[in-house]
């Protein structure tokens, strides 16, 4: 290799460098595997990940390279100018063959049963460099398994050490939760203390794994790779809109992989959008048209079931109906609904139910900053979001700008768990949010930034004092440069709002605190939805109220007059725009239930029935034709009273309590995150009220009175109490101050 460089018109952090007689640039510092890649030219390999720190421990990417007397592992040699690399030279091959051999030295012959047959990277790379017979007589070694939870199974005599679990949840997940016990032959992979994985990402090291002893436990055994079709979809219980592949046998949805998408999830998925699905074939879906007579439901046809709800939107037209939508409602059905709203002379439209305080007119929009963009970010505020359970792979994103050196400042009412160190943190009541915001000590560590973000989360946008907050976060942004990055309420609300399911009269809050005679309700759980439980249910239940709905589930047979059942995101065509303002396209992938009909398709004949302008299309692609952004004048109401004595109430989503799927995902509630309903207060706070760890006690306001059990923490902020939503326990209670007495 000459000290002069070998092509002298390469950019200057790059060198030429020849793998099997292709000459190729690449950056300084890269490894062989990398540039390799980049060409095409196929390197084995098993502990080597693109994602993942390089470990160089399972020896099968030995290549020969010039001058070296030993075969060199490709993913840990950094490329050098003028290097000369041969990857299928007689003593690479040989020296590959040799590790395959030892790496089957104590794998047990269980293919037939594995789950990982058939999309094995081990049994791929076998298949080229192993032997036919092994020359190994001894007894195979056997590793007792650990319970990783609910989510993931093992067969821990398969590992092969190559260590990417490790790695995963060390770099990625930065739990730290898996690592290798004992040494050479006695080598294990576990968690050291027998417990659960708690990571939300956890499904993940399925992924990673090249071999069977990580496999997908709500999967396991239920079909082969090559039963089943590949549907693209996309993740529907966060704003980041992950994309993934859903995998279908004869039409039922087995399991979700990640779809790679660097601007999006890159290749990860969490475990909420993979294990989801289970929801899909819950006990209460909705299967066919029921119509609710004299107080007892029947099934109907959908003639039958679509005249009686024309019926009811003609008897109640214009001001007098209410249209509340799911703000994970795709962008065709909800501009069906707007359109459905103006034929009918009715602006009480809105999707945004989950919000208390929408006095400042606020909608969702598209980040500021990029997601891509995030983990270069030299500083981060997050204000009022639990990011982690909130939109965990936007957490992973400012993880790895910690990981680059990003200082990350909290203001919270709660001290939350983050897999990243905080520069600084303000662990503050709701009502003290905005203040801390406008503070000179934020202010001033934003200064001289020059990649800034703002995360403002569900915490703040469903606080009492919303409005207020979001006026702070703004001009914080606006005084230091930095990009605020409001996150969506609901995996379309930034779609919803841009093609117009917005009030232009009354807003969610205040249709319901005004009852209007007939409501729509449109993907929502009535009982467990809406920012104010109690005087949602009151409003539904003087009214006549029209479900279109996945689920017929008891809140919404309680309040519904007509059930129309429909599609969930995984069984239908859809579009959904993400945080980034990104327009997403979903496939149908699963059968629709019973006489289920995608949403589109009933709100097109619920249009024929009424005869009203704007349903004149006959398929998809006719309305997707006609779909165009729609600005509105969104109306605006009065902010939430916040009056009273006591302490002041910080809702947060339970992560895997977020919408009527995940609720209903078996796997998903077992899991360790799923803390049931529960108020924790501050240390200080408790012993004012009376009550101790553990105790149950009575907690009420306004809305309504729930019996909690108290959890004591200090990590709560002084006068807040901390409660997680999506529970019936906790639906009693709406945001603002809260009495606590022992029951």
Known sequence: MSAQPVNPNLPPDHVTVFIDGVELAAPKGSMIIQAADKA?????????????????????????????????????????????????????????????????????????????GGECELQDLSLGYGRSVSRFAERKRVVPDEDLGPLVATEMTRCIQCTRCVRFTADIAGTYELGGMQRGENLQIGTFDGKPLTTELSGNVIDVCPVGALTNKVFRFRARPWELIARESLGGHDALGSNLFLHLRRGDVMRAVPRDNEAVNECWLSDRDRYSHQGLSADDRALRPLVKESGEWREASWDEALARVAKILRDNPADELGVLVHPATSNEEGALLARLADALGCGNLDHRIAQRDLSDGAVAEAFAMPVAELDRADAIVIVGSNLRHEVPLLHQRVRQAWKRGAKVYVVNPVDFDFTFDVAGKAIVAPSQMAAMLASAGLSNALEGTQHAAIIVGNVAEASAHAAEIRRAAAALAASTGARLCRIPQGANALGLSRHGVLPTSRDANAMLADGRSAYVIYGIEPGLDFADQAQALRALGAAQVVAFSQFACESTRAVADVILPIGALAEIDATLTNLDGRDQRAVAAGKLPGEARAGWRVLRALGGELAVPGFAFTDLAGLRAGLQPRTVDVVVSAAPAVSGDGLELAVSQAIYRVDGLTRRAAALQSHPLTLGPRIVLHPDDAAAAGVADAAMAKVSNAAGTATLQVAVDDRVGKGAAWVESGYGATAALAAGKVEVVAA
């Open 40 to 116: 095409g030219i196929p390197i084995p390999r098993f502990c080597y990940h693109d994602k993942l720190a390089i470990a160089a421990n399972c020896r099968m990417c030995l290549v020969e390279v010039e001058k070296m007397p030993k075969p060199a592992p490709a993913c840990a040699t950094p490329v050098m100018d003028g290097m000369k690399v041969v990857t299928r030279s007689e003593k690479a091959l040989k020296s590959q063959r040799n590790v395959m051999e030892f790496l089957l030295i104590n794998h047990p012959l269980d293919c037939p049963i594995c789950d990982q």
